[in-house]
């Protein structure tokens, strides 16, 4: 599956294939990572990669992932796809919400034919343990709304579209 991140106002795009129960191959830019990952708490996760091992705490907000690694913190800034095709100017009169990464739908905060401002929570998604705010990239209208409580969804899935 692909899984795309920000840092520090960069793009990332991985590739990243489930091997067995918590093991993941990860290829990014012709390198090849075996990481296994055992999740201690909510926040904790113990991470091994290419049989080094790295104690990770991660903290959610709204906006992004505060990742701690060691004495090192980074913030990985929660941006759908659709944000980024916004910054450069690309979003035409209607937009797919697609997701990037695979997850459980927790709660729909509108119905079809909602009106939306940008940035306001249109759905929660949890993904790896953490719950996210899916929000309208911009005002409009929801419209073809496909997910509801307890759907399971796959990278790449139309959530909504916005008229």
């Given amino acids: 599956m692909k899984l795309s991140f920000w840092l520090n106002g960069k793009q ?3 590739n990243l294939e489930p091997q067995v129960k918590n093991i993941f ?3 990014y830019e012709g390198k090849i990572f075996e990481v296994v990952a055992t999740f ?3 926040e904790e996760i113990l991470l091994i990669i290419n049989n080094r091992v790295y104690n990770v705490l991660v903290q959610s907000n709204s ?3 505060n990742v701690i690694i060691g004495e090192r913190k980074y913030q990985v800034e929660k941006r759908a796809s659709l944000a980024s095709a916004r910054e450069q100017k690309i979003i035409s009169k209607k937009s797919e919400v697609k997701i990037t990464m695979p997850g459980k739908v927790v709660a729909v905060q509108v119905e079809n034919g909602a009106q939306v401002k940008e940035g306001q929570a249109v759905l929660i998604l949890e993904a790896m343990k953490m719950q996210n705010e899916i ?6 209208r929801v ?5 509801k409580p307890g759907d399971t969804v796959e990278a790449g899935t139309v959530l909504f579209t916005l008229d």
């Fill in 25 to 27: 191959v990860i290829n």
């Fill in 135 to 140: 929000k309208a990239p911009r005002d409009g």
């Fill in 143 to 147: 419209a073809n709304l496909k997910v």
């Fill in 12 to 14: 990332y795009n991985l």
């Fill in 63 to 65: 906006t992004a992932h």
């Fill in 40 to 42: 201690i708490t909510e």
